[in-house]
């Protein structure tokens, strides 16, 4: 449990610093957040649950809320090297090869994944379903998708540094016995401040003032921006959690022990 704590405790320390220290990268899911608040007070969707409704289908409300889906996902690649190179930001923001280009493979699934979610058919509407049944068969098929996401978590932190030797299958051994473990990180540094997130909108709506809608909106774009920071987070040190629990270096440059390759 002390481990947990301090774990949970750097996920956020590293994010503020990182913030600090790397500002333009943290600022890309701030601003594209902040662009998709601007559509949707001049569409006065914090004006009521009315009018909340309504602005939410505004077309360009919907495509900025992709591009920021992918924004939050671009400083992963900063971050997860800032966490991993023990805040080094020289080693953090250098985009160096092959590690960009292994990132990017797994940045263009996501984007993939994402763009399908949201514009695409269901998996539930795939399978001939309608209403209600297609929605809760798709949250039931997810389920799956959503536990391999967990032992893929070495890869997608591995790659980042540009560690070629660790892929899907090596990143689920390494994960393995670390899936609670890595479920209580993601929850710690995610859940607290999407709940904010969330407040922010609904305080907003029911009861703020006009004039306050802005602060509470721009409040919310710099909360959007550390989420992005403390979601790769989360990954980057469960990642680490898992390979120090197996004496396996995600790094590319540090000697592996022999004995826990062949375990």
């Known amino acids: 449990m002390t481990v947990l704590k301090s774990d949970i405790a750097e996920i956020y320390r590293s994010s503020w610093a990182f913030m600090l220290a790397c500002p333009l990268f943290f600022a890309i899911p701030m601003l594209v957040e902040f662009a998709q608040h601007v559509v949707e007070l001049d569409a006065g969707m914090y004006i009521d649950r009315a009018s909340s409704s309504v602005a939410g289908q505004d077309p360009l409300r919907l495509q900025l809320g992709f591009l920021k889906t992918?924004?939050?996902l671009l400083p992963g690649y900063?971050?997860?090297r800032y966490i991993m190179f023990d805040h080094d930001t020289a080693k953090a923001t250098r985009c160096e090869w092959p590690?960009?280009?292994l990132w990017f493979t797994i940045f263009a699934l996501?984007?993939?994944?994402t763009a399908w979610s949201m514009f695409g058919r269901s998996l539930g509407e795939l399978a001939g379903l309608e209403g209600q049944t297609a929605q809760i068969a798709s949250a039931v098929v997810g389920?799956?998708?959503q536990?391999?996401?967990?032992?893929l978590t070495a890869w997608g932190v591995a790659w980042a540094l540009g560690n070629v030797r660790v892929g899907p299958i090596r990143s689920i051994g390494i994960m393995h016995g670390s899936f609670w473990y890595t479920i209580a990180l993601t929850v710690a540094g995610i859940v607290p401040l999407m709940a904010l997130h969330y407040g922010f909108g609904y305080a907003a709506i029911l009861w703020l003032p006009a004039p306050l809608d802005w602060v509470a909106m721009i409040l919310d774009s710099v909360l959007?921006?550390?989420l992005a920071l403390t979601m790769a987070g989360s990954g980057a040190i469960a990642a680490r959690h898992a390979g120090q629990r197996k004496s396996i270096s995600l790094l590319p440059d540090r000697p592996t022990d022999?004995?826990?390759l062949a375990a």
């Open 224 to 226: 959007v921006g550390l």
């Open 147 to 151: 536990v391999i996401g967990i032992y």
């Open 99 to 101: 590690a960009v280009g």
């Open 110 to 113: 996501n984007v993939a994944l």
């Open 70 to 72: 992918v924004a939050v």
């Open 78 to 80: 900063w971050f997860t």
């Open 143 to 145: 389920i799956p998708f």
């Open 258 to 260: 022999p004995a826990a």
